[in-house]
């Protein structure tokens, strides 16, 4: 009865729809796209405007570059500045 189930459960599971790769990066894209424009617009409303600048053009350059360290240090920078500042 189990290997019966177990087949059955196997079937289930190949036979739900199947997204192909075009799909999938279409959803992953504008999901990821979203998300950037979510933080872009909180970036801007958290921080002054030259700051915010600033961290868009390094956010902009990490995903160009592939590299995020360079918004990291950009947001580190800023952490430290408002530890000195005492904020």
């Given at each position: 009865m189990k290997k019966h189930t177990r087949g059955i459960l196997?079937?289930?599971t190949h036979t739900g729809p199947r997204r192909n790769s075009d799909e999938f990066v279409n959803m992953t894209g504008n999901n990821i796209i979203e998300s950037a424009i979510n933080l872009?617009?909180?970036i801007h409303d958290t921080y002054p405007e030259d700051v915010a600048t600033d961290l868009?053009?390094?956010f902009l350059s990490s995903i160009k570059n592939a590299n995020p360290k360079k918004f990291t240090s950009g947001i580190n920078k800023v952490t430290e500045s408002r530890?000195?500042?005492g904020r």
């Open positions: 196997e079937e289930l872009l617009t909180k868009e053009k390094r530890k000195k500042n």
